[in-house]
T-cell receptor
């Protein structure tokens, strides 16, 4: 079983839409969580850390549910520039575990 | 952007040859990581380092070795390259825990390695 699992998508949404991604992690001892975005043929870039109380950064909101072992990312008012692959990450004991990513296509 | 430089950026080589990839950081971060990324597999950890001369294996370490003789440099070596090691290789760095948990990783631009 993979440490972190995500729906690969793609999610095809119109501009202005709200879209949500979920990811589950298998190790209940995981300590920290992150969302990254990755553009085609580029390196992953940190989008935001995920805190237990939930956190927001502009149009992006991240939530953590430790009881159910899942992390979510909500994107409001989608822009064309949000088109990318979104990677969910769980950290435990010196190692970061990446999901395979969810692809988002925002259409005009 | 975090000061991480990977070299070379692209390399084509033949099966059986040794290959060394270099990751150089200017952030003085303690932790350094090597990943490979392949379609359908996402990012997979090869090796990581938690200090000078301190390294440990990741989930796909077979066929790879690493060395870290200085804080700023982390080398990945394929002793005898095989076609299955054709991939995109990313280096990442991270720091100690912060007040809100583990500090996130930051990535280099990647090295595209083709083994024919």
């Amino acid at each position: 079983r993979k440490e972190v699992e995500q729906d690969p998508g793609p999610f095809n949404v119109p501009e202005g839409a709200t879209v949500a991604f979920n990811c589950t992690y298998s190790n209940s001892a995981s300590q920290s969580f992150f969302w990254y975005r990755q553009d085609c043929r580029k390196e992953p870039k940190l989008l935001m850390s995920v805190y237990s109380s939930g956190n927001e950064d502009g149009r992006f909101t991240a939530q953590l549910n430790r009881a159910s072992q899942y992390i979510s990312l909500l994107i409001r008012d989608s822009k064309l520039s949000d088109s990318a692959t979104y990677l969910c990450v769980a950290y435990n004991f010196n190692k970061f575990y990446f999901g395979s990513g969810t692809k988002l296509n925002v259409k005009p | 952007d975090a000061g991480i430089t990977q070299s070379p950026r692209h390399k084509v080589t033949e099966t059986g040859t040794p290959v060394t990839l270099r990751c150089h950081q200017t952030e003085n971060h303690r932790y350094m990581y090597w990943y490979r990324q392949d379609p359908g597999h996402g990012l997979r950890l090869i090796h990581y380092s938690y200090g000078v001369k301190d390294t440990d294996k990741g989930e796909v370490s077979d066929g790879y070795s690493v060395s870290r003789s200085k804080t700023e440099d982390f080398l990945l070596t394929l002793e005898s390259a095989t076609s299955s090691q054709t991939s995109v290789y990313f280096c990442a760095i991270s720091e100690f825990e912060g007040s809100r948990g583990k500090q996130p990783q930051h990535f280099g631009d990647g090295t595209r390695l083709s083994i024919l």
